[in-house]
């Protein structure tokens, strides 16, 4: 990968191109916060249980990505936390998960909202189906104890983690409800935990690796906010990047492509500050898998380290997939990928290695500023061409047998 004006000019033209589009943003905002004044309102029926609703995932850090194709549907990860009243020893997991799904039910009915809630394991799904195809997961939790909170702090220092970010994280730690626990039913100390709020902020540390400061917009009663998807950051941008190759990689075979936590994890650990796009994607892209344990945990979550990310994969279903095996492929195939696009000089070629590899198109404006970039390039330096790499067959077929 040829570090130059003109690859650092494509690198971030290329993140422009996969940046979920600012109308989905907005959309998911109305109804995130819909959802919040929603559950907030007077005649709520968990109102007396003091509800926050909170986004995660891909919407929280920043990372959301365009779909592939036109009828794939957006989502949005949502925590629903109740802050009062429930607690292990006065609900069971169940009767969690009814409280919020009953007034799930009076919000969709209210909204007219055709499809019925879907039941997840550890989520409930709600699905809209107006201009913009979209779904949202909302997680039941409730604050942990504070037995729990302290166990965290006392892992996450032992890992060498800095106190107060150590302190700031463990804070935030919850019990969520899952349907696959033996106990889901019953009253019971032992509860599943999760940390989506302490994984943004770890997340969060990492990205002030390579910036100043970072501005998070304020709070609104009940609802706090999504990411600021209109200040990227280089780590950000290359996560996106990543999950495009991937799912463009892995499209025939959706079922074996590894899941956005573990690149995100991954990118994150690998990054070191680098101040643009295509100097951290080459620092990621060749640097994450040398993130990844040789023991259990082999991609450990930073908020939880006795979580391991990647425990599908020693799954009997995981075995027999070869999930491992078809992360280490794909990882092969977007370096070959990168090193090709990130060292030709011609426009054309690469525009054509974008479209093929990742099913990106170049807008006219992007060609033609491009353009003047690399033809600028040229007159100073003549970067090497790399020989095309493809990994032949697509992900599925390593694994079909003899």
């Known amino acids: 990968m040829q570090i130059t004006e003109a690859n650092k000019a494509l690198a971030e033209a290329l993140a422009l191109e996969i940046e979920l589009p600012e109308s989905a943003y907005i959309r998911a905002a109305e109804r995130y916060e819909d959802l919040g004044d929603w559950f907030s309102r007077d005649l709520s029926s968990i109102r007396e249980f003091s509800p926050h609703v909170h986004s995660q995932g891909s919407f929280r850090l920043g990372t959301a990505i365009r779909p592939l194709g036109q009828t794939e549907e957006y989502d949005l990860d949502l925590t629903c936390r109740l802050d009062r009243g429930v ?16 007034e799930l039910e009076s919000y969709r009915k209210a909204r007219n909202i055709a499809d019925d809630i879907e039941e997840k394991n550890r989520c409930l799904r709600l699905s809209y189906r107006d201009s913009l195809a979209f779904h949202m997961d909302i997680v039941p939790s409730i604050p942990a104890s504070l037995p729990r909170i302290s166990q965290n702090l006392i892992l996450l220092e032992s890992k060498q983690v800095h106190r107060s970010l150590a302190s700031s994280i463990s804070n935030n730690v919850l019990f969520i409800t899952d349907q696959r626990e033996s106990n889901f039913d019953q009253i019971s100390d ?22 100043k400061s970072i501005e998070w917009p304020g709070l609104r009663a009940g609802v706090e906010p999504l990411p600021l998807y209109k200040k990227r950051s280089p780590l950000q941008q290359v996560i996106q990047i990543l999950k495009r190759h991937r799912d463009y990689w892995f499209r025939t075979a959706p079922h074996l492509k590894p899941v956005s936590i573990i690149i ?57 997939l ?10 092969e195939q977007l370096k070959n ?16 290695r974008l479209d093929q590899k990742m099913s990106v198109s170049l807008s006219p404006t992007s060609m033609k500023s491009l353009g003047s970039v690399f033809a600028a390039s040229a007159l100073i330096e003549a970067p090497a061409v790399a020989a095309p790499y493809v990994i032949e067959g697509s992900p599925a077929k390593p694994w079909q047998a003899n």
């Open 337 to 352: 990928d990168m090193r090709f696009i990130f060292s030709s000089p011609n426009l054309a070629t690469i525009s054509e």
């Open 190 to 211: 032992e509860w599943p935990v999760s940390n989506p709020e302490g994984f943004a902020i770890w997340f969060e540390s990492r990205i002030q690796l390579g910036m």
């Open 87 to 102: 607690s292990p020893s006065t609900h069971t997991q169940a009767e969690l998960k009814g409280l919020i799904r009953a």
């Open 264 to 320: 995100t994890t991954l990118a994150a650990r690998a990054y070191r500050g680098e101040a643009d796009v295509l100097s951290a994607l080459k620092s990621i892209v060749f640097g994450m898998e040398s993130h990844i344990n040789h023991e259990s945990p082999r991609v450990p979550n930073p908020v939880n380290p006795l979580e391991d990310f990647t425990d599908k994969w020693i799954t009997r279903e995981g075995a027999e």
């Open 322 to 331: 070869r999930l491992e095996v078809s992360f280490r492929l794909w990882i």
